[in-house]
Every structure is written in C-alpha cells, then in structure tokens.
C-alpha cells in the first residue's frame, strides 16, 4: 500500500521537500496531481523535483510514492506517436499504459555485444563515402547554434536505411519540433519513427528524461532484432538541463558550473550504443552544439573522450577535416572494392584544393596545377559536399571519379594504376 504524506517541508523553485521512509532515489512520486522524482535523500528528508514546476503546490497538499522509477511505455503501438519529455502525448492520440518498462537502467551486458560490421545508409556522401556511420556507433555532430543541424538530423531519419528511428529532442524550438513532425509525416518515415520531444517551453526537468526515454525503448526494439537510430538533439541543451539540477541540489559545481559526474552522465547514455549477439543493434547520433563554437567547453570535451569520433558541421557541410567516424575501417573495405582509396585520394586533393585556394586569396600566381586544383575543389564541394545532395554509396562513389576525371589525367590522382584501369570513366577519358 502507497503511504501518503501531507506535510510539505519545503518548496524551493521546482523542488519540494518532504519526511518520508522507505525512499530510493530516482523513485517516482504524485505531488498532488503531479508527478515528480526523488533527486536528493537526506536520512528522513526527501527532495523531489516536481516534473510541471511547483506552481500551485501548497504545503499540505498529498505526496505519494510510487515505488518505482519513471516509466515508459513499450509496444508496436509507440511507431508514429508523438510524446513529450514525461511521456505524454503530444500528437492528441491516446496514452499508453501497456508493457511499462523501466528507463535509465544499465548499459547492456558487455559479453553479449558483438564487433559492429555493418554500415547505415543514410544517402549522405559526406557521410557514406568519408566517414561512414556504422551499426552500433556513438558518434556526436559538433556544431554552432544557427547551423541546421536539426535539418540534417532529419534527413538522416528519413534515408537512414534502418528498422526503427527514435528522435528524441531537447529544448527544441516550437518550430524546430514542427519541421521534424512535418518532414518525417511528408516523407513518410513515421511509419517508422517514435518521437519524445521536449520544447524550450516545457519544464526543465523533463529534457533530463528525454535520452534515458528514447533508449529504453530503443533497446527494446533491438532486443526484438530491430536496428535502431537513436537521434538526439541537442546535448547540450541535456546537459544544461543536468547543470541547473545540480544547482538545485546544491551540489558543488565544477568546471564552468556543470555537475562533477558530467562524464558519467553523457556516458551512462552514449554506452547504451550497442549491437547484440543473435539480436539488433542501437546507434546513437546526437548534436552537441558548442557555446562560442570552442570544442573545449565541458559538453563537448567530455562528449569527445566517450564517443567514437565526430562530425563537424560547419558553413552548413560536414566537414572532411575533423570529421572521423573511428568505425569506419570495420565495414569501408567491404562496401565497394575502390571505397577506401577513392576516400583517401579524394581528400588528400581536396586539402590540396585549400592550399590553391589560400594562395590565390592572396593574390600568388596560380599554376596549371593550382587551376585544376580549384576546379577539383568547386565540384567537389557542389557535388558531394552539398547536404542537399542524396544518392546511394554507389553512386556517390562513381560521381567520385567522374569529378576526378573532369579535373586531372588518371597519372595526377595518386590513385593505383590497378584501380584506375578497372574504374576510370572511359567517356570522360576519351
């Protein structure tokens, strides 16, 4: 039987405190009508954060503990639905109670997983031929405030070649949130597609729930062999969120006012990354924007110690240098036999390309060379770089040397002599 308590000690901003026994942390809680979460146990004394804020909430009102976390519902049913950062719907459609599950549990047991060796299409050639996204990563998209990276993300889940998409979104703009509902509806991928969105608008405490959410049922779905893509937006947003939690609990904060147990935090999520043995697989692809652009700044430090590489985002292309998914040579030599020296000799030119394009900013005379080098670097930035631009690894790699036989000989590109008999574009050769 529920005790219930009826004597507030405290309400301070959203955070009620009460005498109570028997209390875990983390524990779910109905203050008056609204749901809360222990944060902070003190012997007897119990804080709770209260999910809607404490507006409303008087000392005597009912506070009664349900004796287990926050949940989540799991089934079929969620593919197409809208819920917010508490689990509610958004999208006016009815609430499901069935098959709760628990969220914010471990991370999967490390014997079970398996070495990832499958690549995700996304129809992206930034993605696909350079730094290919693989089965099982965590991978972060370092990015500004102002860059599209919630257009990108949302092109991702709709060409992502996967079972399921789990977009869980954090602090988002009104608008924001409605591009990602419209898009995925008019591309018809929400067939496929469960969504927890938290607007800037809603109370901080539920963007907190909103990754623990997301992989809880994105891990249920992989138990049942389904590949999953978990995309997260915006991580710094989260951990803002966790920072002024901190503050509220009076914790001693640590570098630029975040919690000390920030790496814990973005690791106990990114590690629900996983593929698994006679199972599915979880990938997770979450933007990290930067404050001031410095990749120093404790989010994205932090987020770089644990993921498997990083996408830079910059001046709306993905940028070749920076950019590095560290998976990518567990799956690139077995896409397409010329794959990975088409990749490499691509981006040595193209680093050429930037030094032509140095040069000539300061008024040097360009050479032959140089001219070839910033016709090379104009295509392949409109051809290739261009987020715009979708179409299938194959296609992406063969537009690759077409660009190079537009601009260069064959003897000019570096590329093996084997490789250039077998793939050199006869017409443009001729």
Not at 45 to 71: E, H, K
Not at 206 to 224: G, I, N, R, W, Y
Not at 273 to 296: F, H, K, N, Q
Request: glycine share 8%; net charge negative; proline share 5%.
């Amino acid at each position: 039987m529920q005790k219930v308590y009826t004597k507030i000690e405290s309400i301070v901003g959203n955070v009620v405190t009460v005498r109570a026994e028997g209390v875990r942390n983390a524990d779910l809680a109905l203050v008056g009508d609204s749901y809360a979460s222990v944060i902070k146990l003190d012997k007897d004394l119990v804080s709770l954060q209260v999910f809607a804020g404490a507006q409303g909430i008087s000392t005597n009102d009912p506070v009664r503990f349900l004796g287990r976390p926050m949940q989540v519902s799991f089934s079929e049913h969620l593919l197409g639905r809208i819920f917010d950062g508490a689990g509610v719907p958004r999208d006016n459609g009815p609430a499901l109670k069935e098959n709760m599950i628990d969220i914010g549990g471990p991370s999967f047991n490390p014997a079970k997983r398996i070495v990832p060796k499958h690549m995700i299409r996304t129809g992206i050639p930034m993605i696909d031929v350079f730094n290919t996204l693989v089965e099982s990563q965590k991978l972060p998209i370092f990015s500004v405030s102002g860059e599209p990276y919630n257009q990108l993300l949302a092109r991702i889940a709709l060409q992502a070649e996967v079972d399921v998409i789990v977009l869980g979104g954090m602090g988002l703009k009104y608008d924001d949130y409605l591009t990602f509902r419209d898009t995925l509806e008019k591309g018809g991928a929400m067939s496929h597609t469960v969504m927890f969105i938290h607007t800037a608008a809603d109370p901080t405490v539920e963007s907190t729930l909103v990754p623990d959410m997301s992989l809880a049922v994105a891990e249920q779905f992989a138990l049942e062999g389904k590949t999953v893509l978990v995309l997260l937006t915006d991580m710094t947003s989260f951990c803002d969120a966790q920072k002024e939690l901190a503050i509220t609990m009076e914790q001693v904060p640590s570098n630029r006012g975040y919690p000390g147990d920030l790496y814990s935090c973005l690791a106990s999520r990114y590690e629900k990354a996983v593929a698994i043995e006679g199972a599915g697989s979880i990938t997770i692809l979450g933007v990290t924007t930067m404050p001031g652009d410095d990749v120093t700044h404790p989010v994205p430090d932090n987020t770089g110690y644990i993921t498997e590489g990083q996408f830079y985002l910059k001046n709306g292309h993905i940028e070749p240098f920076g950019s590095l998914s560290r998976l990518k040579q567990n799956v690139n030599g077995s896409t397409r036999d010329d794959h990975r020296a088409l990749m490499d000799g691509m981006i040595k030119l193209y680093a050429q390309y930037k030094e032509s394009l140095e040069k000539k900013s300061m008024g040097f005379l360009m050479s032959a060379w140089d001219e070839k080098l910033l016709k090379y670097g104009e295509l392949f930035e409109s051809k290739l770089m261009d987020l715009s631009v979708n179409i299938p690894l194959e296609q992406a790699l063969d537009l690759g040397w077409e660009i190079l036989a537009e601009c260069f000989e064959p003897n000019e590109t570096g590329l093996k002599t084997s490789l250039i008999k077998q793939r050199w574009p006869k017409k443009l050769d001729a």
